[in-house]
């Protein structure tokens, strides 16, 4: 009895690992999608920890992977960010440091861009588990859906 209890737990706990597994999303293979979905082509992508690091001060000890695309247009300030971190602290000041920086940007437009200003209103950090997505774009609803929808 004690035999079978114990195997019953492990099932639903291996049940429970796989469906976890299912909703986790590789970034650079989403960046790929979104880029040709939303034609996200005029943008250069971060590649380095030290270059995620600069634009958002997030520690690349706790990141497990990441893609990040920003615009080359300093005027448009587009910017899309997605993050697997390692654990929930991690996760935690990441978004902070993310929600922060999403609120520097809509400060610097409320100066100088009314328009862009209103574009920024849409955008907002994205959570699930671990894993974070910032989108800063004149279509960040739609853009948002779809990480969304891949996130699960």
Do not use: W
């Amino acid at each position: 009895m004690r035999k079978l209890c114990c195997l019953s737990i492990l099932l639903a706990m291996l049940i429970l690992l796989s469906s976890c597994a299912k909703t986790t999303v590789e970034p650079s293979a989403l960046m790929d999608e979104l880029k040709s979905e939303f034609d996200l082509t005029d943008m250069r992508e971060l590649s380095t920890a030290d270059e995620l690091y600069t634009y958002y001060a997030i520690d690349k000890e706790g990141i497990e992977a990441f893609a990040a695309c920003v615009s080359n247009d300093t005027d448009e300030m587009d910017e899309v960010l997605l993050l697997c971190l390692s654990n929930t602290d991690a996760a935690d000041t990441a978004e902070r440091l993310l929600q922060s920086h999403l609120e520097a940007r809509r400060m610097i437009a409320s100066d100088y861009s009314p328009e862009r200003e209103r574009v920024l209103e849409s955008c907002r950090v994205i959570r699930s588990g671990n894993t974070l997505a910032l989108v800063i774009a004149d279509r960040a609803k739609q853009i948002n859906a779809y990480i969304q929808n891949r996130m699960g």
